[in-house]
């Protein structure tokens, strides 16, 4: 980065080698409100709901103690918490470094970071069961196999119903007041105008940083690897929480999209934005393979039974074929696609990218958990079925409605951080 | 090498103009840019954004060959990982194939990595022109401040669009704080001191003399005892199991015991436990001191299972994985382990079976040193179990439960 004086023409850059401090001469001439913001919200919202309402309709109707749902509302769930959990360390990652080129994309992040309570709602058709003693979907939940298996019985006192709800709580206190926290200083900061908050700010981000680390990778462990209590991977949490990052820039990149499309951020966010965007999303795409495939060359080294079983299950039969497709389409095809600048400052191209991110890791989580639906071996060939439809439906609906009420009465661009003209004068060249 | 200077009067290489701020500069170098000059170039004291489109600067072909260079050390790599432990050493590793994709994907990784980042500094370097030890400008006394806080721009009198007194009008319409000739280097030496070329070229002559000997020594015999390179670590200060000992009177390093003592642990006074022996013969029964239960069995079986499985098999038929493994790849020296249910086994005295697992037999190795006492003889417990079972009649089997075979 380096310095130059600001009046010169249309992208004049500005950068890190001297610290002008607030340079109020660059302003936001773009439409920063979304007026329609309500309005998509109760649609996205409405879609969601009767996602949601219909995969737990066809669950309850399918007569299998809630199993296939239970399975299929879990894929769905992790998918979209992922997305939420991914702008919330964003947003978090970007006070931690006292980030200036995000200024001007940074509160469409907090809107998302701010919608973690939504997805402690959509928690509910996984915590109630369980809490009601349904043993479909984890089988710690069953205390008579718990009783017979000595490694069940063993992770008992981690692995209960109880303690289960009582750390899922204190997720999501911990998720819900720190994006509430990010969003609201930010919106007050528009109203007061005051200097110096984000000094502040970059104060709470170091500690919420290792406590989101924390609950992200235990949040992982009890939501998806105690389906397979009898396993473990230490790394889990990092894998989840890869994904988790990939998934969040993609979706991020396509609400920009979307809303300059609306006439929104249309100067304000420029393909310097949208580069950064996809490098985050290419970085974490590399960084995916590379979590994935640490925890994979360790098992598949050590060929230690209780360890290779997990890998077993999700490499053989069905499930072979998903795997294959993980490492061709979660890392290959990303890879080389991405691989280039001319793609991520293309819009279409990064579009496309953003796209198939999303989807894939969507399989992703579907053979992190679906696979487990077999541990009785009654599977025979892919279990995916409309469910699986209607909850992504569902689950992303309500998200998007979540993240589109808290904009309806804000700027979409933080207009009184005092680096808010390096933002917008800022160049990846 | 003789400092050749030029003759004549000192010739114009090019004008240099001098700017207070970047901004000055990008301006100059787009008027620049745009009156069609091709060998000119700015000085700045650090990285400005802006300055390559100013300057017409094309983006920069390093990308390209970073790939290749890339894609160079992952063939690299899969063609090394393929040669050494598929075709010149093949070696089984914790039963993997020889030629292992997940094992080899760290190798891949690094070397890619590797080729890419040292062709990305090399091909930088060239691509610059670089190493650049001397420069015309560097005998401006004001040029120094391109790395303090000045900002220069210098046009070459051989580009093709270069006239002495347009060229300076131009740079004069870009208000530039200075604007200065510069002219041929008559000062300097043209070349390297002497000394120093003959000292490097000698630096770089001695620098392969190891080499040479290295490759000599690889092609040549000797009878001279090798040379120790590190001779404290060649020779240790220890003394080792079987060498001779020059402390002890006896020559010997391991000292036998001595006499009237025992060592913790080895006092074997029972003669049918510790030796499987009664009165000079192998014993027919199992000792005293150990209860003979379904606790001794249950136990005999899991050590069974953990050290002799293998290779006897499970049942004791000899069929065991390492077995089964060893033929089904042909190998001709293997020799099948005993069939532990049938011929003289059955009849062998439980004292020897005892004696054969601490000892060994054949290519069996001895046990002792892993299984205990106790153990061994659970383990011969458990064979006799499994050998009534590999010879089972029905009558073997309890009455009641006879309904239950097919």
């Known amino acids: 980065m380096a310095k130059k004086d600001s009046d010169s023409e249309h992208d004049a850059p500005h950068g890190g080698h001297e610290d002008h401090g607030g340079d109020s001469t660059a302003a936001v001439t773009d439409d920063v409100r979304l007026p329609g913001a309500a309005r998509v919200a109760q649609i996205a919202g409405g879609v969601g709901v009767v996602g949601v309402l219909a995969t737990i309709g066809l669950g309850v109707s399918a007569g299998d103690d809630l199993r296939s749902f239970s399975f299929a509302y879990l894929t769905a769930y992790v998918y979209g918490l992922s997305i939420a959990l991914g702008a919330l360390v964003w947003v978090t990652l970007q006070h931690l470094f006292a980030a200036r080129w995000s200024v001007v994309v940074r509160r469409v992040g907090e809107l998302f970071a701010a919608s973690t309570p939504v997805m402690a709602l959509l928690a509910l058709p996984i915590l109630v069961p369980v809490l009601m003693g349904n043993h479909q979907l984890y089988e710690w939940v069953d205390h008579a196999a718990v009783e017979k298996d000595h490694i069940l019985h063993h992770k008992h006192a981690y692995l209960n119903e109880t303690f289960f709800a009582v750390r899922l709580v204190v997720y999501f206190v911990f998720w819900a007041w720190l994006g509430r926290y990010w969003l609201t200083k930010s919106v007050e900061q528009d109203r007061t105008k005051a200097k110096g908050l984000h000094a502040k700010l970059y104060g709470v981000s170091a500690p919420s940083m290792i406590a989101l680390a924390l609950t992200l990778s235990f949040a992982a462990i009890d939501l998806i690897m105690s389906l397979d209590a009898r396993w473990f991977s230490t790394i889990f949490g990092v894998y989840y929480f890869s994904g988790a990052v990939v998934a969040w820039h993609s979706l991020f990149a396509l609400v920009l999209f979307w809303l300059q499309g609306q006439g929104k951020l249309v100067k304000s966010v420029s393909v310097h934005h949208f580069h950064d965007i996809g490098k985050m999303m290419f970085a974490f795409t590399v960084f995916w393979a590379y979590i994935a495939f640490s925890q994979y060359m360790l098992i598949w080294y050590a060929n230690v039974p209780e360890e290779t079983v997990w890998y077993q299950e999700r490499t053989n039969g069905p499930w072979q074929n998903v795997a294959w497709f993980l490492v061709v389409g979660h890392f290959v095809v990303p890879f080389l696609f991405l691989l280039s600048r001319h793609v991520k400052r293309n819009r279409a191209g990064l579009k496309l990218g953003a796209v198939w991110l999303l989807f894939v890791h969507w399989v992703d989580m579907f053979w992190l958990v679906k696979p487990s639906l077999g541990r009785h071996g009654e599977l025979h060939g892919l279990p995916i079925g409309v469910m699986d439809v209607t909850a992504v439906v569902g689950v992303l609906g309500m998200l998007l409605a979540a993240a589109a009420w808290n904009a309806r009465d804000k700027n979409l661009i933080p207009l009184e951080d005092e680096r808010l003209a390096k933002s917008l004068a800022f160049t990846n060249s | ?406």
């Open chain 2, 1 to 406: 090498m003789a400092a050749h200077r030029p003759e004549g009067p000192p010739k114009l290489l090019g004008v240099v103009a001098e700017y207070e701020t970047p901004t000055a500069l990008v301006h100059a170098a787009e008027k620049v840019r745009d009156a069609g000059f091709q060998h000119w170039d700015t000085y700045t004291p650090f990285p400005i954004h802006g300055i390559d489109p100013a300057m017409g600067i094309r983006p920069t072909r390093l990308p390209w060959i970073v790939l290749c260079a890339g894609l160079t050390g992952l063939t690299t790599a899969a063609l090394l990982q393929w040669w050494t432990n598929a075709v010149d050493y093949p070696w089984v590793i914790s039963g993997k194939p020889f030629l292992s994709i997940p094992a080899s994907v760290p190798v891949y990784f690094e070397l890619t990595v590797l080729f890419s980042a040292l062709t990305a500094l090399g091909a930088m370097i060239v691509i610059n022109g670089l190493p650049e030890p001397h420069h015309p400008l560097d005998l401006k006394e004001r040029f120094g401040r391109a790395t303090d806080d000045r900002f220069f721009l210098y046009i070459q009198a051989r580009d093709p669009k270069f006239d002495e007194s347009a060229t300076r009008a131009l740079l004069e319409s870009t208000h530039p704080e200075d604007l200065d000739d510069v002219m041929e280097d008559q000062s300097s030496p043209a070349g390297l001191p002497r000394p120093l070329v003959i000292g490097l070229a000698a630096l770089v002559c001695a620098a392969i003399v190891p080499f040479v000997l290295f490759v000599q020594a690889r092609q040549t015999m000797t009878d001279q005892p090798r040379i120790h390179m590190v001779p404290d670590m060649d020779f240790q200060l220890k003394y080792k199991t079987q060498k001779a000992s020059a402390f002890f009177a006896d020559g010997r390093t391991v000292r036998p015991q001595e006499p009237a003592t025992i060592a913790v642990g080895q006092l074997d006074e029972d003669e049918h436990l510790h030796h499987g022996r009664v009165e000079g013969e192998y014993a027919r029964t199992f000792p005293s001191a150990l209860p003979v239960d379904e606790a001794a069995m249950k136990r005999g079986q899991t050590q069974y299972d953990i050290f002799c499985a293998p290779c006897h098999g499970l049942s004791g038929a000899g069929d065991g994985i390492v077995s089964r493994r060893a033929q089904d790849k042909e190998q001709s020296m293997w020799v099948p382990p005993t069939n532990l249910t049938q011929g003289y086994l059955r009849r062998m005295p439980v004292g020897q079976m005892y004696e054969l697992i601490g000892k060994g037999v054949r290519n069996m190795p001895a046990y002792g040193p892993q299984i205990s006492i106790e153990d061994r003889w659970r383990i011969v417990l458990y064979v006799r179990a499994l050998q009534r079972a590999g010879n089972a009649t029905i009558e073997d089997v309890p009455a009641a439960e006879r309904g239950g075979l097919n």
